[in-house]
């Protein structure tokens, strides 16, 4: 599959309500090309993280933030990283516990399950920050 060019990616920005200015889209589409190097699947994120932001600075600093243009996988694990920043104290070995965990459940993973897992993870954080 080809890269997205600069009107696949307006289509998509024009597609969602963001609070960027309308007479920054050029600018915002050339951000994302930029970050997304026509990769599809990058440029999808890229597009929603430009719906969360309310300027072309915002956008361009969560972009930095999220690390989208170092590749997926990095994208991801700062996406991780962030949905764990409250539970510093349980970081370490937090993600191979729940990797392990959901390798091993028997049924499938639902967005109930991974509530569930995040839930009780969420409240060890809280008796944790407790008890220091």
């Known amino acids: 599959m080809p890269g997205l060019q600069a009107d696949d990616v307006r289509s998509l920005v024009r597609s969602v309500s963001s609070q960027i200015p309308t007479e ?7 951000l994302i090309q930029q970050v997304a190097k026509g990769n599809t699947l990058a440029t999808v994120f890229a597009v929603a993280e430009a719906e969360k932001a309310n300027s072309l600075d915002e956008l361009a600093s969560r972009l930095a933030d999220r690390r989208l243009s ?6 991801y694990s700062s996406i991780w990283q962030h949905a764990l920043r409250g539970l510093v104290d349980l970081m370490e070995g ?5 990797v392990g965990s959901l390798s091993l459940a028997r049924r499938g993973v639902t967005p109930e399950f991974l509530a569930a897992a995040f839930g009780e993870l969420e ?9 220091a």
Do not use: N, P, S
Request: aromatic content about 4%; hydrophobic content about 40%; glycine content about 14%.
């Open 94 to 98: 937090v993600g191979a516990c729940l």
């Open 123 to 131: 409240q060890a954080g809280r008796v944790v920050g407790r008890t």
């Open 70 to 75: 170092d590749g997926l996988a990095t994208y």
């Open 24 to 30: 920054q889209l050029d600018e915002v589409i050339r």
